[in-house]
T-cell receptor
Framework: AQSVTQLDSQVPVFEEAPVELRCNYSSSVSVYLFWYVQYPNQGLQLLLKYLSGSTLVKGINGFEAEFNKSQTSFHLRKPSVHISDTAEYFCAVTRSGGSYIPTFGRGTSLIVHP | ETGVTQTPRHLVMGMTNKKSLKCEQHLGHNAMYWYKQSAKKPLELMFVYSLEERVENNSVPSRFSPECPNSSHLFLHLHTLQPEDSALYLC?????????????FGPGTRLTVL
């Protein structure tokens, strides 16, 4: 079984500042990692994913994440946020090799202030 | 219509009513999911249907009953619900059996039980 911990329930930041949303996972097997974003009154949308290869993954809207196997982390970063990035962000993990049932973290609310 | 659609988007029902939520995916996927998203709680996987199996979260009460007549449609039948069942119900789909298990979500049905 695997688990996901998003260490911050809420992250306030000013517009144009950098941001990092933290995600740590626990698993006894190899995993795939995902970040999803949920804007108000909408479903979740995939931001980026790590399957294999380069540990630095680039996603949509200028976001990127780095897979760190030794620290079992997959932190999400953006160098300069916009008001429109205000949303809920979810980290998720699935067992690699064909599993299709993910485990989600509790979510981090990113609040961008002008 | 493209992606994953859900109807209705909003539903208010009494505890003695019977209603159904509908989900349709236009992506050619073969796995569909129901999630419950309550305020301040983690995303809760309720049911999964795929070509290989049906998975149920054993903690989901029997007043929720899923139906998956084909790979494109998924229903959640509701009866004698409780106020604590008020939540956002999200449908998702993915392509099971592949290494890439990202999910595509619908916009959700906001359910209020009076």
């Amino acid at each position: 079984a695997q688990s996901v911990t998003q260490l911050d329930s809420q992250v306030p930041v000013f517009e144009e500042a950098p941001v990092e949303l933290r995600c740590n996972y626990s698993s006894s097997v190899s995993v795939y990692l995902f970040w999803y974003v949920q804007y108000p009154n909408q479903g979740l949308q995939l931001l980026l994913k790590y399957l294999s290869g380069s540990t630095l993954v680039k996603g949509i809207n200028g976001f990127e994440a780095e897979f760190n196997k030794s620290q079992t982390s997959f932190h999400l970063r953006k160098p300069s946020v916009h008001i429109s990035d205000t949303a809920e962000y979810f980290c998720a993990v699935t067992r690699s090799g064909g599993s299709y049932i993910p485990t989600f973290g509790r979510g981090t609310s990113l609040i961008v202030h002008p | 219509e493209t992606g994953v659609t859900q109807t209705p988007r909003h539903l208010v029902m009494g505890m003695t009513n019977k209603k159904s939520l509908k989900c349709e995916q236009h992506l050619g996927h073969n796995a569909m999911y129901w999630y419950k998203q309550s305020a301040k709680k983690p995303l809760e996987l309720m049911f999964v249907y795929s070509l290989e199996e049906r998975v149920e979260n054993n903690s989901v009460p029997s007043r929720f009953s899923p139906e998956c007549p084909n790979s494109s449609h998924l229903f959640l039948h509701l009866h004698t619900l409780q106020p604590e069942d008020s939540a956002l119900y999200l449908c998702a789909s993915s392509q099971s059996g592949m290494k890439i298990a990202e999910q595509f979500f619908g916009p959700g049905t906001r359910l209020t039980v009076l």
